[in-house]
């Protein structure tokens, strides 16, 4: 379990990060200590809970269908290290299993959002390479820790979401000028991810009746290189 964690450091990076910062949004008071603000975003790691079933070879605790009963369960124990009141616990619970857990695995490799009931694997691909946006969160992370202040919590928040609405329009973008641009019919599919050390860049694959079509752009979907064409 240790190594796979270690093998998936951004990705594990991320999760707790926005675990962190969840918790601390619903729980967090001006009026703590920076050991009790710790302690707060500490519970966030609640949000790799959901993981825990994939070393025994299932996902059935991380999909749409669980992950409301999962967090049930797991406010009870929110609401005891909070003294909040259960319900307020749940909705954090599950807003951090949602938002920490579920959404950030359907924009990076994938979920299997409908587990047990199907195994397809659902995904919006936006991070590969998550270094800018780890860097954004662990300074909103430590800034509010220092300082207790939700404001720039707010406004990291919406940083990041402005940050991933631009690769969502860059993705689609992209996706819609490559089904214009190349007239070889039937487009079988095409596939687009993140490219480079930062993820600042798309590279693409088009798969066309006998022909695959490789290339790279620029984030916003535009500057379209063809790298190669292969038979």
Request: glycine content about 6%.
């Amino acid at each position: 379990m240790v190594s796979t964690l270690i093998t998936h450091v951004p990705s594990t990076t991320l999760h707790l990060l926005a675990g962190a910062l969840i918790m601390y949004a619903f729980f967090g008071k001006k009026e703590y200590t920076t050991k009790q603000r710790a302690l707060i975003m500490s519970l966030g790691f609640i949000v790799l809970i959901p993981d825990v079933p994939k070393f025994l070879g299932t996902t059935a605790f991380h999909s749409l269908i669980s992950l409301p009963f999962l967090s049930l369960l797991l406010a009870i124990f929110i609401q005891k290290r909070t003294k909040a009141k259960y319900w307020y616990s749940l909705l954090a619970t599950f807003t951090t299993f949602m938002g920490g857990a579920l959404l950030i695995d359907w924009i990076g490799n994938g979920s299997r959002l409908f587990s047990p009931l199907s195994n397809k694997n659902y995904a919006f691909t936006l991070l590969k390479h998550e270094l800018l946006l780890i860097l954004l969160m662990t300074i909103v992370l430590l800034i509010v820790l220092k300082t207790s202040n939700k404001l720039i919590l707010t406004a990291g928040l919406l940083i990041a979401l402005s940050f991933l609405s631009l690769k969502a329009y860059g993705k689609l973008e992209l996706q819609s000028y490559l089904r214009n641009q190349i007239q070889v019919a039937p487009i079988k599919w095409i596939e687009v991810e993140p490219h480079g050390f930062l993820g600042n860049k798309w590279e693409f694959v088009v798969m066309a009746q006998d022909k695959k079509f490789r290339g790279t752009a620029s984030l916003l979907g535009d500057d379209v290189k063809i790298t190669s064409r292969m038979k």
